[in-house]
């Protein structure tokens, strides 16, 4: 085996330094342009409720819904409040209307759901809970439920719609009932996990630092201030650039999105594997030369178990 130390990369100052320069004034050019089209982008309207909206529905339901299983009222404080300073105007509105008119407060929810742009939500809800103007169509109401995101405050308001026109609103309230459960579930779930995660990352921060440190050999940097500099530039150029190439193939072929991360790891894993077999892994100290000749003239492979539920595919040999 070939114990010699890998030589450390270092690029001649006399071209490095210019290209450097190079390198960040087009990574600075890159995120100004970046973040000035991002600004000059016109912000479109959502077409349906975003993921707060949906966590809003979820949260200012839950007290309604676990008070009837329990049998009981249980209250929900000012959250209607603390959402709506949280929520711009938009569909999330739309389901902050809904539960401050089933609530009661008329003057609330007719003042939310004058902020959301969507003349069909407006006119189903001042139907639904002012009687103004005509019964909605049912295709105006599926339109309205779908851009609620068919949750808790769509069936609210379904089941509003059908008490007024005299219908039975339980079967909508049911629905709406059910929606909420698994979901507060999930949410509880979540929030769970992250605590859990907290005292994890806390009990190990306390165990490490009550555990005396074991010597160890640090890894051997083979790479000059200069050289680092050209590596981390020119992979964030690289990366930006391969962001706008990959969203332009999506846009021109979008059939191919499901496969693009499973294709990038693959090329990226590909590209590593390939690298091993280049001489200049050899020379970098990547790879020792034995190894790498070992890889090459393997005919086939087979998996070594280190231990139980510990498997590696190697090069066939006497250890294996």
Known sequence: MDSRRPEPWNPDRTWADPFIATLALLVVLAVGLNAGARRARPAR?????????????????????????????????????????????????????????????????????????????????????????????PGDLAAVRGALGEGYAAGMLEARCAARAGGDPKPAEARAAAWVLPRLAALAGAGLAAAVLALGGLAMAIFLAAVPARPHAPPRFALSGRALLIVLLGWFLTHLAAGYVTGTALALLPFLRPAALPLTYALHALLGTAYLFTQEAVTSGAIIPEFQHQA?????????????GHATRCAVSPFA
């Open 45 to 137: 309207p959502s077409t349906r409720v975003d993921l707060q909206g949906r966590i809003a529905d979820v949260t200012l339901a839950a007290p309604k819904v676990l008070g009837a299983l329990a049998g009981t009222a249980l209250g929900s404080g000012d959250a209607l409040g603390s959402f709506e300073k949280k929520t711009a105007p938009g569909w999330d509105r739309a389901i902050l209307a809904v539960h401050a008119a089933a609530r009661g407060d008329l003057a609330a929810g007719s003042r939310l759901s004058g902020t959301v742009p969507d003349a069909t939500f407006r006119a189903v809800w001042s139907w639904a809970y002012e009687g103004l103007g005509r019964a909605p169509l």
């Open 296 to 308: 090459l003239e393997c005919a086939r492979t087979i998996l070594l178990e280190s231990g139980p």
